[in-house]
């Protein structure tokens, strides 16, 4: 792994985005590598493991989404970061469920793309231990074998199920969290449309870990696709 601000692997079909974003991001101090095609990123990834993945979802063979999977099927920690040229609420679910870490649409400022690649360098170098008892972000701490939560060095006291909604987004800092997904991990399979379960959820703790829970700065949503909380 190296220092400052990454090793990233640019993955496109097309050699004038790669030159660009090559030259634009080396010089803010990440390293680069570079792909042009599914099944290369897939073979490059594995003999030279980057901290973050920058994905193109349209690649002619072996697309986006394909590749996003495979490669977090062999490496489940590394960062992935898709880039899409659509909005659409679809596009971004897909590559959710496709095991991308974040998306940034085209076209996108350097500024944004370059937070976006700190922040999953940062989670990946950050992680805690999966053994890991407690969880602190900001002024919250997350006891995990107390199931017991602290802000500040106040306890807050929360439902079974609070907690689980609170811990399963405090191990994804930064990362976004689609309602379905958290729904099927939290309530079952089965589960999928009861949208509103996560919103009365979501609302309960923003009133219990906010200072103002209408302007939250911990829980966050992301509009259409689901929430993310505050990055460590």
């Given at each position: 792994?190296?220092?400052?601000?990454?090793?990233?692997?640019?993955?496109?079909?097309?050699?004038t985005?790669?030159?660009?974003?090559r030259?634009?991001?080396?010089?803010?101090?990440?390293?680069?590598?570079?792909?042009?095609?599914?099944?290369?990123a897939?073979?490059?990834?594995?003999d030279?493991?980057?901290?973050?993945?920058?994905?193109?979802?349209?690649?002619?063979?072996m697309?986006?989404?394909?590749?996003?999977k495979?490669?977090?099927?062999?490496?489940?920690?590394?960062?992935?970061?898709m880039?899409t040229?659509?909005e659409?609420?679809e596009?971004k679910?897909?590559?959710?469920d496709?095991?991308?870490?974040?998306?940034?649409?085209?076209?996108?400022?350097?500024?944004?793309?370059?937070?976006r690649?700190?922040?999953?360098?940062?989670?990946?170098?950050?992680?805690?231990?999966a053994?890991?008892?407690?969880?602190?972000?900001?002024d919250?701490?997350l006891?995990?074998?107390?199931?017991?939560?602290?802000?500040?060095?106040?306890?807050?006291?929360?439902?079974?199920?609070?907690?689980?909604?609170?811990?399963?987004?405090?191990?994804?800092?930064?990362m976004?969290?689609?309602h379905?997904?958290?729904?099927?991990?939290?309530w079952?399979?089965?589960?999928?449309?009861?949208?509103?379960?996560?919103?009365?959820?979501?609302?309960?703790?923003?009133?219990?870990?906010?200072?103002?829970p209408?302007?939250?700065?911990?829980?966050?949503?992301?509009?259409y696709?689901?929430?993310r909380?505050r990055?460590?």
């Open positions: 792994m190296t220092e400052g601000g990454g090793r990233v692997l640019i993955v496109d079909d097309e050699p985005i790669r030159r660009a974003l030259t634009t991001l080396g010089a803010l101090g990440f390293e680069m590598d570079e792909a042009r095609n599914g099944e290369e897939v073979r490059h990834a594995q030279y493991p980057p901290d973050v993945v920058l994905l193109d979802m349209n690649m002619p063979g697309g986006g989404l394909a590749t996003c495979e490669i977090r099927r062999l490496s489940p920690q590394v960062g992935i970061i880039l040229v659509r659409a609420q596009d679910i897909e590559a959710l496709a095991g991308a870490d974040d998306y940034v649409v085209k076209p996108f400022t350097v500024g944004e793309l370059a937070a690649l700190r922040s999953a360098v940062r989670r990946g170098r950050n992680a805690p231990p053994n890991s008892g407690v969880i602190a972000i900001g919250l701490a006891d995990v074998p107390k199931r017991t939560i602290h802000k500040a060095g106040q306890h807050i006291r929360l439902t079974p199920k609070e907690f689980d909604v609170l811990h399963f987004l405090m191990t994804r800092p930064g976004p969290v689609r379905t997904r958290l729904l099927q991990a939290l079952g399979p089965e589960y999928g449309q009861e949208v509103e379960y996560i919103r009365t959820f979501v609302s309960q703790l923003r009133k219990k870990i906010e200072d103002d209408a302007h939250p700065s911990y829980l966050l949503t992301d509009p696709v689901g929430y909380f990055e460590a």
